[in-house]
């Protein structure tokens, strides 16, 4: 069990918390859930589904201590793994508990992590994994993701979606795994939720050594020392803060409200980035029309701001993705 770490000179804490377990009248939890956020002004999402709980949240201490408590007491949930960090800000506009068929979507029937799943390797002992030369390292995660921060030497699917890894890794298997003594296959994610998914899959498909990093990159980066460290850029997080950084410390991006893709400091600069309208990546993917539409949603966010209110436009979501991991 995780146990909440001490108070930070920041106001805002942020847990990244998931679990797979058998939840088969998952909807009745959705409205207690809501009530006891809405009580203790915790924000974010939170997504239920047959197989478990996913999703980030973020609030006062107390408040996020008491919406954990209610989720371990769920059927199946006392083992919840959260990875808690902090925000100078509140990242998220609002809550809500959403019902999904999956907490984390892969679409591959039979997949399930409580009976089989690759083996865990905790964060200390992950550099001497990795840089073995019998190890291949494949990262999980989607390609806005993957450009912003990765391990040093991984291999980039590069995917749009988590749905797409599994047709990936049939489609070059091949050049994969060799035809020679099988490696070992070590696979990485934001929180670790992915690589329950895609660790049980390799193992479906009769992969003998799969392994995983426990806690995900985020618990990489919190608990390995810099100077030891083998992670190289930032690492994409689902909510207001974009990136973080080893320590956890927010980073350097900012986030295009057109394409929800990761947007560096240097492209800030490009004059194809407008905050809340384009950036350089997605500019020529849009057309005026639309820009001009973004444009008087980013003067309305803006408005609403000076309100004090959270305009019906600022929801961060990446394309259709949980939040979260």
Sequence with gaps: MTMMPPPTNQPVRVAALYRFAPLDDFARHKAPLEALCRTYGVRGTLLLAHEGINGTIAGPDEGIAEVVAHIRALPGCEGLDV???????????????????????????????????????EPQDWNALISDPGTILIDTRNDYEVAIGTFAGAIDPETLTFRDFPEWFREHRGELLGEGPPPK??????????????????KAEGVGEVFHLKGGILKYLETVPETESLWQGECFVFDQRVAVGHGLAQGTHALCHACRRPVTAADQTSPLYEEGVSCPACHAERSDEQRAAYRERQKQEILATGRGEAHVGAVLSQRGEVVGD
């Design 83 to 121: 990875k808690y960090s902090a925000a100078p800000a509140m990242p998220f506009h609002r809550m809500k508990v959403r019902l999904k068929r999956e907490i984390v979507t892969m679409g591959q029937p039979g997949i399930d992590p409580l009976a089989v799943v690759g083996t865990y390797v």
């Design 185 to 202: 296959v070590a696979m990485f994610c934001t929180g670790g939720i992915r690589c329950e998914k895609s660790t049980a899959f390799l």
